[in-house]
């Protein structure tokens, strides 16, 4: 009996591959679920794409270029590069990654976001805010979503305003941002916790992580003022930013006198910060929730690092941050005010259930529901049945 040959995956995306973790996540857990994947990456190097594709077994990733220019001109470049691209390989389903990647992907397919009639998957980890992107930006994502045979969103909350603004007949499928069950990360170091705060006579008894770059959009100041009113037995480590936001948070922490208590460190490879969380007892996530859509509706890849590290959370309650938090004891959610902050890090530091028993039920949490296996099972069968009802 003959073998049905693979569905096989042209995955077009834009933008660095870089620390693009949810993105390596998706490429491996669709090839270990038996598709065949061509990645075509655009704007971003060669270097950048052969370190990704060696993340994923078995993927073939093409380099399709870089290109600069004011206007348009870059996008027909690279859209045109990406059309020979397509043309020369063989492939079932077009899967496009991202808002940015579709205006390549209309100059590629002259405006149909579909190739040769095949079907199209649009995956976005986000949904273009109206009130932020351009509108001719938000109209070309409706057309690639109308004319798309499966939409993915990264929770329940963007995929129902998703259908709602852009007039789909179907709910686009809900993919939570996860880590898999096979993640290696680092394990808890206590002389490297130690080491964040040698300078300080009194050793630290609760580390608290802000593992971001000081920024408004990340709510930085609000974070330092908080941080003002804890006692001396906590610390606080996070990330420094750039220009004047990250020299005034600077000064705020000199200011304030806590700069014993707070460590403000270098930007660094991923696996050292994740280290550092690993060492740490709380993890802060705070999104200015007015700047964009996403952030009102944030599900951010934080929170999936430190559900998999058992790290409690303290975050602010916008909408799917507060019922993912609540719903599986995460930690606690909070108007993203100072002296809010400061009472929600105390309440898990310093309340019931002790660190200890939060950590552990965080850590069952992720194993039994919180990975990606289970947030990305029904993925794999719409992708089948889209291949399906194309061939039939």
Not at 229 to 234: A, E, G, K, R, V
Request: charged content about 25%.
């Amino acid at each position: 009996m003959e073998t049905a040959r693979p569905i096989r995956l042209a995955i077009v995306r834009c933008g660095t591959l870089d620390r693009q973790h949810h993105i390596t996540t998706l490429c491996r857990f669709l090839a270990s679920n038996g598709f065949e994947i061509a990645f075509f990456a655009l704007q971003t190097t060669r270097d950048d794409t052969e370190r990704f594709a060696s993340q994923v077994p078995g993927m073939r990733a093409l380099c399709v270029g870089e290109w600069q220019g004011k206007g348009l001109a870059r996008f027909v470049r690279g859209g045109m590069a990406l059309r020979r691209a397509l043309r020369n390989s063989r492939f079932d389903i077009l899967y496009a990654v991202d808002s940015w990647t579709l205006r390549y992907l209309a100059v590629a397919t002259r405006g149909a976001m579909r190739w040769d009639k095949r079907p199209l998957v649009y995956h976005t980890f986000d949904m273009l805010a109206p009130h932020v992107a351009a509108a001719a930006d938000i109209l070309l994502e409706r057309h690639a979503a109308g004319r798309s045979g499966l939409n993915v969103n990264a929770d329940r909350s963007r995929a129902a305003v998703m259908q709602s603004l852009y007039g789909l007949k179907r709910t686009p499928l809900a993919v939570p941002l996860r880590l898999t069950l096979d993640s290696v990360l680092p394990a808890r170091d206590e002389s490297l916790r130690a080491s964040l705060f040698r300078d300080t006579a009194q050793e630290p008894e609760f580390v608290v992580v802000n593992p971001t770059r000081a920024s408004g959009e990340r709510m930085t100041k609000e974070i330092i003022a908080a941080f003002r009113t804890l006692p001396t037995n906590y610390r606080l480590v996070t990330v420094d930013g750039p220009g004047d936001y990250g020299r005034e948070c600077r000064a705020l922490i000199e200011q304030a006198g806590i700069s014993k208590r707070v460590r403000v460190l270098d930007p660094m490879p991923h696996d050292e910060l994740l280290k550092i969380c690993s060492s740490s007892d709380v993890c802060l996530i705070f999104h200015n929730a007015g700047s964009s859509l996403g952030n009102h509706l944030a599900h951010p890849g934080r929170l999936a690092y430190c559900v998999a590290l058992g790290l409690p959370v303290v975050a602010n309650n916008i909408p799917v941050l507060e019922s993912v938090v609540y719903r599986h004891g995460l930690g606690e959610c909070c108007n993203p005010e100072p002296a809010a902050i400061a009472a929600a890090i105390r309440r898990v530091c310093e309340g019931d259930p002790p660190l200890r028993e939060r950590a552990e039920h965080i850590r069952t949490a992720f194993r039994k529901e919180l990975h990606y296996e289970r947030a990305a099972s029904a993925l794999p069968p719409a992708i089948r049945e889209l291949a399906r009802q194309d061939r039939s």
